[in-house]
């Protein structure tokens, strides 16, 4: 079955520490995403890849970083410039971007400990 | 000002009842999308209907439909004979604008929906 994979499903951080979050997907699909989720408030968008070798920053980059070095893969470092990064994270892909039925991955909730 | 506003932040309804779940818009771009996508405790985002700015009639799909108001700037969630699997997070979501190719999507803060037996 095609979808996509995210892991760890829980991750703990001490303050000062980088920690990547993978993502991969077996759906061919040319676009990417990575979303944060906070209790009480909707989905916003951290970083978004059209194709491989390119990505963009969304509306709340900053203490984050990505990859695109393969189609399929999509990781997520929050580096430790992000000073509240204890939330819900969610990997998204689709066809391309002018596809908006997003693929989501079952997330992975990174607190800090 | 918020671009997707989903006022109610919990809602209940009796299994096999109908539900509307609520969703207002704000967009000056004459082409834009409209989405709702369901969360169960599990996390995951599922896509459940889409409505086009330009679409005719309302979207449906299944027991999903999508009551589109465009005057009211309004695309409600209509779900029908709920079932006890419906018990989740239901968030409203728009795409518009464009930025070097890209359309942005933007959620709403989402509707806790409870099914009771």
């Known amino acids: 079955d095609g979808g996509i994979t995210q892991s760890p499903k829980y991750l703990f951080r001490k303050e000062g520490q980088n920690v990547t979050l993978s993502c991969e997907q077996n759906l061919n699909h040319d676009a990417m995403y990575w979303y944060r989720q906070d209790p009480g408030q909707g989905l916003r968008l951290i970083y978004y890849s059209q194709i491989v070798n390119d990505f963009q920053k969304g509306d709340i980059a900053e203490g984050y970083s990505v990859s695109r070095e393969k189609k399929e893969s999509f990781p997520l470092t929050v580096t430790s410039a992000q000073k509240n990064p204890t939330a819900f994270y969610l990997c998204?892909?689709?066809?391309?971007?002018?596809?908006?039925?997003?693929?989501f991955g079952s997330g992975t909730r990174l607190t800090v400990v | 000002a918020q671009k997707i506003t989903q006022t109610q932040p919990g809602m209940f309804v009796q299994e096999k009842e109908a539900v509307t779940l609520d969703c207002t818009y704000d967009t000056s771009d004459p082409s834009y999308g409209l989405f709702w996508y369901k969360q169960p405790s599990s996390g995951e985002m599922i896509f459940l209907i889409y409505q086009g700015s330009y679409d005719q009639q309302n979207a449906t799909e299944g027991r999903y439909s999508l009551n589109f108001q465009k005057a009211r700037k309004s695309a409600n969630l209509v779900i029908s004979a709920s079932q006890l699997g419906d018990s989740a997070m239901y968030f409203c979501?728009?795409?518009?604008?464009?930025?070097?190719?890209?359309?942005?999507?933007?959620f709403g803060t989402g509707t806790k929906l409870q099914v009771i037996p």
């Open positions: 979501a728009m795409r518009d604008g464009n930025s070097g190719g890209y359309q942005k999507v933007t």
């Open positions: 998204a892909s689709s066809i391309d971007r002018r596809t908006f039925n997003y693929t």
